[in-house]
């Protein structure tokens, strides 16, 4: 495929291939990786699905050693811990405050698997005190963190790898080379898809109950404005905590799409059609969202509703067992259009199919799921200090597509020019002022990380 105007044909195909008190309070820690002999030490900090699951992952692992778990709602612990000492042949220490884990010079690794509010504060403060992060995606909450976060990791000379663990599959690779291979043509056209179904929230009580006991709301808000408790709230449908469900799941697809074409950084334009259509609960994240980013000759679609049930993820007993989805209903599909060939790619071991000009199935490539090589490149990294797949670069151009999305959203659906040197819009002020939000002491982002 050509390289968009802005990047020579070697850059392309290299690109291919491959809160500010509390922050000072925080020691400067090591800066080596841990011995190869020695099992390198984590502390995970958030308890929900994601983060259970990967404190249970590295407590399996013969080369790590889970020291800590964390969770601001200490009624998690439990079947962590359990599940953890199990794995391992010991109990993991429990802390609600994630700065006890900072504080102890024998961890080496930070996994951060909180809700999007907390993905940046929390890791650049990792960084300062010398630990090595995994953070789970979207990387950040908003544009300007991103920025923050890469000047943070090259600072501290830190490992960051995002959980965008599909780039670690091998039949991404497969697919990418075939697209550079130029079998498809000349590509003009990208389509990534997020279809989901999600249901209306429930009206809370009219009088919130009390905060439980073991649940510190003020720390689990932090950088976020301290709402009041409300357990019939949705994170992920607020501003305050999230950039919303949509992007919390489509930003594999939009990273994947992001590495097949290139690894562009930033598109040159962006505009945002849709909004809260269907679930009209008082949310403020969108439910429908359509967007075209234009990367000079090269324009990516990307299409997201949450009312849509007939559009199926791949379920988990299907992946890797070497069948190909049914594409038209796959709810996380990529389509890459060539002038002489198409492809269908999937996340999460979907594998990918190819059509030739007369529509012909030309090509089918199952894949399987990359959780563990995610987690082995990372620890690899750990060791050697290379960059690692999904590095914290590749991870803030890939969230900002979402924030550029839900910027011109807000900006009334207008059509934006983003300029990549400034990393703000040009002449759109009513949009600039939602790439940065307003944090609550003690947990800013200082200019200089």
């Known amino acids: 495929m050509k390289p968009p105007p802005s990047l020579t044909r070697r850059q392309f195909v290299a690109q291919s291939a491959g809160a500010a008190a509390a922050f000072t309070l925080l020691s400067p820690a090591r800066s080596h990786a841990a011995s190869p002999a020695n099992k390198i030490v984590v502390g995970v900090m958030g308890l929900g699905g994601r983060g259970s699951y990967l404190a249970h992952a590295f407590a399996n692992r013969p080369d790590t050693d889970v020291a800590y778990i964390c969770d ?12 953890v000492e199990e794995a391992q042949g010991k109990a993991p220490k429990q802390v609600q405050d994630f700065r006890r884990i900072l504080e102890d010079k024998s961890v080496d690794v930070l996994i951060n698997a909180t809700p999007d509010h907390w993905h940046a504060p929390a890791s650049i403060m990792a960084c300062q005190a010398g630990k090595d992060v995994y953070v789970e995606k979207p990387m950040t909450h908003n544009a300007w963190e991103g920025r923050k976060m890469i000047e943070a990791a090259h600072k501290y000379k830190r490992i960051v790898q995002v959980g965008m663990q599909s780039r670690s599959a091998g039949y991404l690779a497969e697919a990418a080379a075939h697209i550079r291979s ?37 720390l689990w808000c932090g950088p976020a404005p301290l709402l009041p408790y409300d357990p019939s709230r949705r994170w992920l449908d607020r501003w305050e905590y999230s950039c919303g ?16 074409i290139g690894d562009m950084p930033f598109p040159g ?58 594409w038209p209903f796959n709810a996380t599909r990529i389509e890459v259009l060539g002038t002489k060939g198409f492809m269908y790619f999937g996340r999460h071991g979907d ?3 190819v059509f030739n000009d ?32 999904a590095n914290v670069t590749q991870g803030h151009y890939s969230a900002m597509l979402s924030h550029l999305a839900n910027i011109s959203y807000r900006a009334g659906n207008k059509k934006l020019t983003f300029d990549p040197v400034t990393e703000t819009f040009k002449g759109t002020p009513e949009a600039n002022q939602f790439l940065r939000r307003t944090y609550r002491a003690p947990w800013g982002i200082p200019d200089a990380v």
């Open 182 to 218: 130029g079998k498809l043509g000349d590509v003009y056209l990208v389509r990534v898809f997020n279809m989901m179904q999600h249901s209306m929230r429930k009206a809370g009580p009219a009088e919130p109950p009390p905060v439980p006991a073991g649940y510190d709301h003020d």
């Open 72 to 83: 601001v709602d200490t009624r998690k612990f439990s079947r962590t811990r359990d599940a």
């Open 358 to 389: 007369k529509a012909e199935s030309v090509i089918g490539v199952p894949g399987r799921q990359a959780d563990k090589e995610h987690q082995d490149n990372f620890l690899a990294c750990v060791r050697s200090r290379k960059e690692p797949v």
């Open 269 to 326: 334009t962006v505009v945002h059609a849709g909004g809260v259509n269907a679930l009209t609960d008082g949310r403020d994240v969108p439910d429908t969202q359509l967007v075209t980013y234009e990367y000079g000759k090269l324009t990516l679609l990307f299409e997201a509703a949450l009312w849509t049930p007939y559009m199926m993820k791949t379920p988990p007993t299907r992946r890797d067992k070497g069948q190909m989805p049914n």
């Open 351 to 353: 594998g990918w199919q």
């Open 245 to 260: 469900a949509i992007a919390g799941d489509a930003v594999h697809q939009l990273d994947l799409a992001r590495f097949l």
